[in-house]
């Protein structure tokens, strides 16, 4: 299938910036050639943990109001930043997403040829939270938007398997009325009453009434994930909740 850019999303520290989106450069995942092999040797390949994770050069429209790219990006830091991958649609559960944790070290503003637009860089992986892992492709849970009540539906079949190497919960929590928990459940039949909590992969209580929260969990990386996977929420105070999430499985 020929997927196209515009059924692309941006999400970055809990904040959507996809109405505002030019391009991003090259979502790259490499790793090194072993240096000291020979040409007969069969060791060719990578040293497992040292994977090279980059995203290029990010460019937006300049957008200066409280929640825009200027906002957000004009002082430099750790950036959580998730890119959903509609299938010539908007976003849904199943999708497959880049995410990681980038270090932004630099932000201009230029001319865009008829328009202001923002150039940051994100070339460099930040290991905040992720530090056993190196693979920052895994599928969509939840599509952002807004939910008031738990989930009861069936889940999503990543791989066609179980796996025992752990992942990594990747949430962007937009917006909610108080207090709640998003998480992550597995299960070894695709059926609600099958689901429970995956051990590790959860929020903890986070508020987003004022500011946008977001965050990558790291499971262990022995833990048991079962074959399907899906979203889950417990609300604390809030009522409602605007977020999209997705678990890289390891």
């Known amino acids: 299938m020929r997927l196209h850019p515009k059924y692309q999303r941006g999400y970055f520290d809990g904040v959507d ?30 040293i497992n943990g040292k994977g090279n994770i980059s995203a290029g050069t990010y460019s937006a429209f300049l957008d200066t109001t409280a929640s ?7 002082d430099v830091g750790t950036r959580n930043v998730m890119i959903a991958m509609g299938a010539n649609a908007e976003p849904a559960a199943g999708d497959h997403v880049f ?13 865009g040829g008829g328009f202001t637009v923002v150039s940051v860089p994100l070339g460099s992986a930040s290991f905040d939270s992720t530090l ?31 796996s025992a190497l752990g992942g990594i919960f ?24 099958s689901f429970a909590d995956l051990s590790g992969a959860t929020s903890g209580s986070v508020d987003a009434t004022s ?17 399907y996977l899906r979203w889950q929420l417990a609300f604390g105070t809030a009522t409602g909740a605007t977020f999209a999430c997705a678990f890289i499985r390891a």
Request: proline fraction near 2%; aromatic fraction near 10%.
């Open 211 to 227: 500011t946008p929260q977001h965050g990558m969990i790291a499971i262990g990386t022995t833990a048991t994930v079962r074959r």
């Open 170 to 193: 990747v949430y962007h929590l937009f917006s909610s009325d108080g207090t709640v928990t998003l998480k992550a459940q597995d299960a070894a039949t695709n059926a609600d009453g």
């Open 132 to 162: 056993t892992y190196c693979k920052p492709w895994g599928k969509l849970l939840h599509a952002k938007g807004l939910e008031e009540d738990v989930n009861s539906s069936a889940g999503i079949d990543d791989i066609g398997a179980a």
């Open 99 to 111: 995410a990681w944790k980038f270090e932004q070290t630099n932000y201009s503003v230029e001319d």
């Open 17 to 46: 910036l996809s109405g505002f989106s030019r391009s991003i450069g090259a979502l790259d995942w490499n790793f090194d050639q072993e240096l000291d092999a020979a040409w007969s040797d069969g060791v060719k390949n990578s």
């Open 68 to 74: 825009g790219a200027h906002t957000l990006l004009k």
